[in-house]
Structures are given as C-alpha cells and as structure tokens.
Antibody, heavy 119, light 107 residues
Framework: EVQLVESGGGVVRPGGSLRLSCAAS????????MSWVRQVPGKGLEWVSG????????GYGDSLQGRFTVSRDNAKNSLFLQMNSLRAEDTALYYC????????????WGQGTLVTVSS | DIQMTQSPSSLSASVGDRVTITCRAS??????LNWYQQKPGKAPKLLIY???NLQSGVPSRFSGSGSGTDFTLTISSLQPEDSATYFC?????????FGGGTKVEIK
C-alpha cells in the first residue's frame, strides 16, 4: 500500500525557516517523481515544487524560487522541502504527492502538514 | 506560467443530474490535464489523468474530455457522495498550475 506521511510543520515567525519531510513507503521510491502542493485552509491548491526520481527539480511556483528548495534522499525513501524567508502568505497545509507517471499527474497524496507563519 | 480557469466556481444539482465542469488553459497544454476531487478535511484524490483516463477505482460516471486549451469533467449521474470540490491541473509544463476549483453541492 502506498503511504506518504508528511512531518515538520509548525509555527514559525516571519523570516524564519522550516524543513518539511515526507516519508514514502509501499512503492519503489526512486522510480517516481514527487511533488509538494500547498493549500490555504478553505482555498484552492497551489503547486509548490516537483522533483524527478533522479533528483532533478521541476521548478517552483510563483514567488517561491530562491526561498524554497526541494530535495530527496532515495536511500531513505524521503522527500524534503526546505523553506526559508517565510512569509505570512506561506501559511498553508503542505501536501506531498507522488507523480503517477511521466505525464505529471498526482496519484497518491499524504494527509499534509500545517505550516503557520505568524509573529 | 500557464493559467487555469475553471467554471463555474460552484454549482448545485440534484441527484441523478448530469454535471459538467469546464477548465480552460491560457495556452495549449496538449492533453496534459488532470482532475481531482477533494472532500472537506481530506487530501485531493485523482479522478482523471491526461484529459480522459479514468483513475483506477473511480466510478465510471466520471469522465473527462478535451485537448489543447479546453477541457471538461462530466459526472453523468450525480450521487450524494459526489458532493466535493473539483480541481483541474495542467501538467504540461512547470509550474503545474491548478484551477481555482468548483464546489459541487447536492440540492
């Protein structure tokens, strides 16, 4: 069974940093690209970043380049999102999701980890 | 960046109705369009990928069509459990943008 479990969320002050993790199981991790998607509670979905199975990044959403960095450790079946210079508008539930194939659709999602940026 | 525009933003329909949601891309995305369903407090769930492919386990009343810039998600006979918000997403080029969502309510 495919499982994705995010962790690392919490409350952080503006300008601070957080590192999110996503532990994957139930599939051959390095065969799949992975993505981060965020959602302000009650609002829409925003694609944050993606990374292919070899560690090549697929870019970042608007205003995130330079502040967020996606990475993965295939030996540990883990995906990461390093978030720096956090702003109030980065407050959201952050999901990790598996890229189901070369076409980039997201076929499995975790339950999310909440990031709150507040002074 | 490719902008995705969904319409309507919300709708209310009766059980058994045929429901259609549209998604328009700001530039051609070939068939790289995916549809997700999200219920309150839950993660999104993939329904349709690459415009018209039904994800395993998804009821056959859901279908997708389109190519280029215009796409539709159709629920052929609305069921009570279909009450949710539906999002389209383009995976043609990063950033893989989502539409704003369509909230479907049951009358």
């Amino acid at each position: 069974e495919v499982q994705l479990v995010e962790s690392g969320g919490g409350v952080v002050r503006p300008g601070g940093s957080l590192r999110l993790s996503c532990a994957a199981s139930g599939f051959t991790f390095d065969d799949y690209g992975m993505s981060w998607v965020r959602q302000v509670p009650g609002k829409g979905l925003e694609w944050v970043s993606g990374i292919n199975g070899n560690g090549g990044t697929l870019g970042y959403g608007d205003s995130l380049q330079g502040r967020f960095t996606v990475s993965r450790d295939n030996a540990k079946n883990s995906l990461f999102l390093q978030m720096n210079s956090l702003r109030a508008e980065d407050t959201a539930l952050y999901y990790c999701a598996r890229d189901g194939g070369f076409s980039g659709y997201l076929d499995y999602w975790g339950q999310g980890t909440l990031v709150t940026v507040s002074s | 960046d490719i902008q995705m525009t969904q319409s309507p933003s919300s709708l209310s329909a009766s059980v058994g109705d045929r429901v259609t949601i549209t998604c328009r891309a700001s530039q051609t995305i070939n068939k790289y369009l995916n549809w997700y369903q999200q219920k309150p407090g839950k993660a999104p769930k993939l329904l349709i990928y690459v415009a018209s492919n039904l994800q395993s386990g998804v009821p056959s009343r859901f279908s997708g069509s389109g190519s280029g810039t215009d796409f539709t998600l159709t629920i052929s006979s609305l069921q009570p459990e279909d009450s949710a918000t539906y999002f389209c997403q383009q995976s043609y080029s990063p950033p893989r943008t989502f539409g704003g969502g369509t909230k479907v309510e049951i009358k």
